[in-house]
Nanobody, 120 residues
Framework: QVQLVESGGGLVQPGGSLRLSCAAS????????VGWYRQAPGKERELVGI???????NYADFVKGRFTVSRDNARSTVYLQMNSLKPEDTGVYYC??????????????WGQGTQVTVSS
């Protein structure tokens, strides 16, 4: 069974930074595309950014140049570095991992979400 556990959320002032982590288990998981999504109150979940296994990325326009998705395959961990945070970045952030098709654990998995609040 695949589990994704996010951490690193919290309260930060505008202009500040946060780094979210998403630890996947079991270790050695064959992660294909990984990414982060977010959901603001009263809104639908939206893409923040994704990182394919080959290194290509896709970011939402509203985070380009401010947020970076990275991964540590050895640790089965996905990160989201968020800089220059704005109040409109407030929401619940969800980690997403697609496991390779050849793996017995193949599928699309979500974390439980971590709250990010940007406020002075």
């Amino acid at each position: 069974q695949v589990q994704l556990v996010e951490s690193g959320g919290g309260l930060v002032q505008p202009g500040g930074s946060l780094r979210l982590s998403c630890a996947a288990s079991p270790s050695g998981l064959a992660m294909n595309t990984v990414g982060w999504y977010r959901q603001a109150p009263g809104k639908e979940r939206e893409l923040v950014g994704i990182l394919a296994s080959g290194g290509s990325t896709n970011y939402a326009d509203f985070v380009k140049g401010r947020f970076t998705v990275s991964r540590d395959n050895a640790r089965s961990t996905v990160y989201l570095q968020m800089n220059s945070l704005k109040p409109e970045d407030t929401g619940v952030y969800y980690c997403n991992v697609r496991v390779a098709e050849w793996s017995r654990l193949r599928g699309n998995y979500w974390g439980q979400g971590t709250q990010v609040t940007v406020s002075s």
